[in-house]
């Protein structure tokens, strides 16, 4: 508990410090975005399947729903405040990859044991974190032009 609530704090602060691309109103959609894709993504991997899990497997927690509210939409802010749109294509890629890096890396210091860690496996593994984070960020890429181009027009 004590990583989730201080990720939560140093995400948000410096998500909040750090934007500098992002209108208010882009910040508004990508963080509704990111809780409902979340929300859709684990009601299907960690309800349905329990492919993974915030905190207690079988039930709900209040703690789980900050993880989908204010756990991960600041890192998608952070992501897109930075990304490097006006770079080539290699450079992008890179980008992607260490940001998947990053979120791995994260994902193994919250399976560590309480107090720190908040987050379990079930059949879920890193190896499918590698595969489908990159994808995920893509996803959120896409979702941003079409907000930027419905934004211009």
Request: proline share 4%; glycine share 4%.
């Amino acid at each position: 508990m004590a990583l989730f609530i201080g990720s939560i704090a140093i995400f948000n602060v410096l998500a909040f410090k750090a934007n500098k691309r992002l209108s208010r109103n882009e910040l508004v959609h990508i963080w509704t975005f990111t809780m409902a894709f979340q929300l859709l993504f684990d009601t299907i991997i960690d309800f349905r399947f329990k492919g993974y899990w915030y905190f207690a497997k079988e039930t709900i927690e209040w703690a789980a729903v900050l993880s989908r509210s204010v756990l991960i939409p600041p890192v998608n802010v952070l992501f897109l405040s930075f990304f490097p749109f006006q770079r080539t294509y290699v450079a992008k890629s890179v980008y992607i990859a260490s940001w998947t890096v990053i979120i791995l890396g994260y994902e193994l210091v919250t399976m560590l044991p309480e107090p720190w860690g908040y987050f379990h496996y079930g059949w879920w593994n890193l190896g499918y974190s590698a595969i489908i984070d990159p994808i995920l960020f893509l996803i959120l890429l896409a979702y941003y032009k079409w907000i930027r181009k419905i934004q211009n027009q």
